[in-house]
């Protein structure tokens, strides 16, 4: 399986911005897809997922109500909508197929993008 991560780039605090990745495909193990992000000097942490059927969307409390996550069926692609943002969310932004589950936490699945640069700067 292979991840294409898009978007990205320098924007000013309370700006905004919208991360795309297209998936050739899944795995057994995934919940869905999602996004991780890893600030400097910090260690990977999850973003948001939605689920392969589109209904269940998790975020990281960080970014609650700030972020949205959607899904287009047609090209398994999802998009990443980043609102009211702010330095500290500025990291590399991976996406990922994601496994596990609200009371588990969520995984990496073994698929993840290159990676793509966000930061929030005035």
């Known amino acids: 399986v292979q991840l294409q991560a898009s978007g990205g780039g320098l924007v000013q605090p309370g700006g905004s911005l919208r991360l795309s990745c297209a998936a050739s495909?899944?795995?057994?193990?995934?919940?869905?897809m999602g996004w991780f992000r890893q600030a400097p000097e910090k260690e990977r942490e999850f973003v948001a997922v939605?689920?392969?059927?589109?209904?269940?969307?998790y975020f990281a409390d960080s970014v609650q109500g700030r972020f949205t996550i959607s899904r287009q069926y047609a090209r398994e692609t999802i998009y990443l909508q980043m609102n009211n943002l702010k330095p500290e969310d500025t990291a590399i932004y991976f996406c990922?197929?994601?496994?596990?589950?609200?009371?588990?936490?969520?995984?990496?699945?073994?698929?993840w993008g290159q990676g793509t640069q966000v930061t929030v700067s005035s």
């Open positions: 990922a197929l994601i496994r596990g589950g609200p009371g588990e936490g969520w995984f990496m699945d073994g698929h």
């Open positions: 495909g899944r795995t057994l193990s995934s919940y869905g």
């Open positions: 939605i689920s392969w059927s589109g209904r269940t969307v």
